[in-house]
């Protein structure tokens, strides 16, 4: 899947801190993913999060490719230990971005959440033969 995006003029920026959970999970879908990108949608707000390797941008279903708000600048490595908050900026393009922000902040965990129980890679069975040999009287 390709989509085009554009961004609007940067409104506002703000230094934020991503629970350790949410991003542990969006990294590890990434590791996963086999195109480099991954698509998770958050129905409730009617909103998409599209996940790369640099950030994670937020697109309103009435204006699908506009950009409205990008989480960009993650620093995981700032971390001690990995249940530790990810630094990051959050990026808003529209006004009613702050509203957006907290809206997000609730509804895209479950969602991730979500995607990632159904992304759950399956593990190849093998069968082990076992040598039977008659019983002897």
Request: a neutral charge.
């Amino acid at each position: 899947m390709e989509i085009t995006c554009y961004r609007d003029i940067e409104l506002q920026r703000a230094l934020r801190q991503l629970p350790a959970a949410v991003y542990n999970t969006a990294y590890l879908l990434l590791e996963h993913s086999k195109e480099g990108v991954v698509f998770v949608p958050i129905r409730r707000m009617q909103y998409l999060a599209v996940i790369d390797r640099e950030e994670i941008i937020f697109l309103n279903a009435e204006h699908k490719s506009w950009v409205d708000i990008a989480w960009q600048n993650f620093r995981p490595q700032q971390r001690t230990a990995l249940t530790e908050p990810v630094p990051y900026e959050a990026v808003y393009y529209n006004p009613d971005a702050n509203e957006t922000m907290k809206r997000l902040l609730c509804e895209f965990p479950p969602a991730l959440r979500a995607l990632a129980a159904r992304d759950t890679p399956s593990i190849a069975a093998r069968i082990i033969k076992f040598d039977r040999s008659p019983l002897s009287s």
